[in-house]
Nanobody, 115 residues
Framework: QVQLVESGGGLVQPGGSRRLSCAASGFTFSNYAMSWYRQAPGKERGLVAAIGVGGVTNYVDSVKGRFVISRDNAKNTVYLQMNSLKPEDTAVYYC?????????WGKGTQVTVSS
């Protein structure tokens, strides 16, 4: 079955960087687009970045120029490199797959940006 496991979260100071990873299994990873979402306390979950099968990417405006999504099909892993982090980036970050009309989510990883 599909499994998505995020890692790499933690506490980081404003202006710092962090790389999140999402290890995928249970499907042919290279055949599917992948995305990262986040949910801050009291807010709805929203798209952060997505990467297509061919590597085309898109980002929410608030992270453009700071975050980079990438994928390694040999490792079945999608990454989110986060730079110039701000307190408003504090959230639980989730990896998501859309396959066969269904959304599959990981359990998320907490990123806290604070001094």
């Amino acid at each position: 079955q599909v499994q998505l496991v995020e890692s790499g979260g933690g506490l980081v100071q404003p202006g710092g960087s962090r790389r999140l990873s999402c290890a995928a299994s249970g499907f042919t990873f290279s055949n599917y687009a992948m995305s990262w979402y986040r949910q801050a306390p009291g807010k709805e979950r929203g798209l952060v970045a997505a990467i297509g099968v061919g590597g085309v990417t898109n980002y929410v405006d608030s992270v453009k120029g700071r975050f980079v999504i990438s994928r390694d099909n040999a490792k079945n892993t999608v990454y989110l490199q986060m730079n110039s982090l701000k307190p408003e980036d504090t959230a639980v970050y989730y990896c998501k797959l859309w396959k066969g009309g269904m959304d599959y989510w990981g359990k998320g990883t907490q990123v806290t940006v604070s001094s």
